[in-house]
């Protein structure tokens, strides 16, 4: 196969972990990632766990060498609205060089081109310089709750140990620009529900004097920020570290990333962010508060002019270093308490939380990823924290005691999660070349 034959096979897999009806393909994914490294030489095994597999691979042991621990995951997140999609989003169609399909970008086009970085080495030189383990999980879309306990094993940590952890499911400045992150922020999600009424109620007959639970919710979650659009919640920034001066001149320099690109990348009219920051620090490393879903009363066609009985607000933090999720989430709850008024009962449910992640940059393996990237790219990286979260990247380095590199291929236009994912055939290609002299700069570190 070719190598684009490889990564429309591994695209065409519907490997929708959130979905049950989907758990076949899930597994039959992980089947062709271990077909995939054992025909490399590799030592591969699907271990199964209660919800998705988790691929775990090793290649010949080179004595003296470092060891690499590849992370990534092929499951995808679900495509709706399907009706938003160009092409179906599991037959990878090729317009305008890129390839459109759910999983191109995040994480499945990753995945393969550090394989098939892996792949070009052998094929060109006979074996690899060092030593590469692939740790390749199903469930990071939902949570990575196999993983996790998967890494509790002490076994399963002999297994893994390495020198070096390399993430690609970040995102890069630009096509000449690769980005390395030495970041991630930590999450912690929740679900506030307000309760009113045990039935919907007529809006003529009890209006005005029942209170109404979505006017009661909006008004609460209204509550979270303050006119400089900071979050106010009582101790929500306790352990929060400032920015450092060397960061904010590096981010000055991230292609794409000023406050009027950020907002015509996005579509809006102008940013919205805490006041005295740019919108690339937020992003960077400001924790955040956000409403991400809100539901209740009727919603269906026309008008029906009930009070409703209860309304559901969805929401999420985004976490920086210094953080604890759990004791943010507890934070977050108390203050809803207190803003609760007594015409009204409310629910508050945490769901899954993760932690911040920070490692050192100039690490003599950092620095050996970054020549690959400018050796690929031509550019030297920007050096980046991500605004995004992977929890379980946190818990693989501290269970194994190693620092985490993020080297990713994501463009910010790769609409991952979004209807139309896709990536630049270019930046798949070159990815490969990254991946191989990644692995070859490792080597002589």
């Known amino acids: 196969m070719s190598e684009l034959d490889d990564l429309f096979a591994f695209l065409s897999i519907p490997s929708v972990s959130a979905l049950p009806e989907h758990a076949a393909d899930v597994e039959r994914c992980a ?42 995951h092929y499951d995808v997140m679900p495509v709706d609205p399907i009706s938003a999609w160009q092409s179906d989003p599991f037959t990878p169609t090729v317009r305008d060089g890129r390839v459109y399909a759910r999983g191109a970008s995040d994480d499945k086009g990753e995945i393969m081109a550090h394989i098939l970085g892996a792949e070009r080495i052998i094929r060109e030189e006979g074996a690899l310089p060092l030593n590469v383990i692939y740790l390749l999980e199903g469930e990071e879309e939902r949570g ?25 499911d970040t995102g890069m400045a ?53 006119a400089d659009n ?22 000055r320099r991230v292609p794409g990333m000023s406050d009027k690109e950020l907002a015509d990348l996005t579509g809006v009219p102008e940013l919205r962010t805490e006041t005295g920051y740019s919108g690339a620090e937020c992003v960077y490393a400001r924790p955040t508060l956000e409403l991400n879903g809100i539901s209740g009363g009727y919603e269906g066609t026309g008008s ?37 008024p007594p015409s009204v ?65 994501d463009l910010p236009d790769a609409q991952i999660h979004s209807p139309n994912e896709n990536m630049r055939l270019e930046i798949f290609h070159k990815g490969i070349e990254m991946a191989a002299r990644v692995l070859k700069e490792m080597a002589k570190a």
């Open 144 to 168: 990575s709750e196999s993983l996790f306990r998967f890494i509790k094993d002490p076994e399963v940590q002999k297994e893994l140990a390495c020198d070096i952890i390399v993430v690609s």
């Open 304 to 340: 029906k002019t009930v009070i409703p009985t209860h309304a559901i607000a969805k929401m999420s933090c985004r976490l920086v270093p210094g953080q604890d999720p759990e004791a943010v989430c507890r934070k977050v709850e108390a203050h809803f308490r207190k803003v609760c």
């Open 31 to 72: 089947d062709f990632l271990t077909a995939k490294l054992n025909s490399l030489g590799f030592t591969a095994r699907k271990h199964l766990t209660d919800i998705h597999p988790i691929v775990v691979a090793h290649s010949p042991k080179v004595e003296g060498k470092p060891t690499v621990l590849i992370y990534g």
């Open 230 to 251: 900071r979050v106010a919640v009582e101790g929500f920034y306790d352990g929060v570290a400032p920015i450092q001066d060397w960061e904010r001149e590096s981010w």
């Open 345 to 409: 009962r409310m629910k508050f449910t945490m769901q899954h939380t993760g932690e911040a992640y920070l490692s050192d940059p100039n690490s003599p393996l950092g620095k050996a990823a970054q020549r690959a990237q400018q050796e690929t790219f031509g550019n030297p990286p920007v050096l980046v924290r991500e605004g995004g979260s992977i929890p379980i990247i946190a818990e693989i380095s501290k269970v194994l005691g190693k620092d985490a590199l993020f080297l990713g291929l």
């Open 174 to 226: 630009a096509p000449d620009i690769p980005s390395f992150s030495y970041g991630l922020k930590g999450l912690c999600c929740f679900e506030l529900e307000v309760h009113g009424p045990c039935m919907d109620l007529h809006s003529g007959i009890f209006g005005g004097a029942v209170a109404n639970p979505i006017t009661t919710l909006c008004e609460m979650v209204a509550s979270t920020h303050d």
